[in-house]
């Protein structure tokens, strides 16, 4: 752990390049002697894929139902949440980007070896210069994030404009995404309130709609322990 940056979480080693490199090393090592042992699952025990997939199908089934429909993963990590996508027979086309190539490597395995119709790219979405943001501008019908700005949360080093992570994260969404089209976002680190606060800051995205976790109560307060919600673009 190092300072807290301006967002008033800690940096940790999550929040690091080095960290996902090694950890989808160890991952993609663990799946070349165990095709069956495809990695974590974030939030698994909150069942936030299921959900995810869930609203995809029943809330936003007006835009799935194109056969072109261009979907993209933001740190995707092992591809799960893109393979599940896959497997509940959605359409069109499914791409996941991480900056770590390991995630990258460990990811297109997996969809070889199960011939699971998803690309993989390198990307680092806070880069400006990254070549797929730029040869995706207002390119996609959905995007989806587990986790990853979490994990961008978690780094407190100044980027490119003297800015932070979570302040770049949003123009970058908002860049990749057709005008009308939707964030899906879950979250463990933001309350939904928080999450709407900083993605709704540029501008460029309102609410659209959330998923709806079990309310916990404890010491008179009340909250979910993650939460998912949608923005569109304006
Ligand atoms: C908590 S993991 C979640 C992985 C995956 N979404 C899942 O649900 O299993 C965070 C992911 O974000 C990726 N990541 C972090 N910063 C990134 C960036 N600037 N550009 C692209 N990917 C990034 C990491 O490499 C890691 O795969």
Partial sequence: MSSDNEIGFESSKLGT?????????????????NKEDIGECWFDASNAENNMCDYIFNELSNIIIKEDVKICDLGTGNGHLLFQLFEDGLKGNLIGVDYSETSVEFAKDIALENNYNVKFFKSDILNSKDSFLIENVNSFDIILDKGTFDAISLNGEKLHDDKLGVQI?????????????????????????????????????????????????????KGSTICTVAFQKL
């Fill in 17 to 33: 390049k080095e960290y996902w490199d090694s950890f989808y090393k160890l991952e993609h090592n663990n799946f070349k002697d």
């Fill in 169 to 221: 994260y949003p123009d970058a969404v908002a860049t990749l995404l057709k005008k009308d089209s939707i964030l899906l976002i879950t979250s463990c680190n933001f309350t939904e309130t928080e999450l709407t606060n900083h993605l709704t800051k540029n501008g460029q995205l309102k609410v659209f709609g959330k998923v709806d976790y079990p309310v916990l109560e404890f010491a008179g307060h």
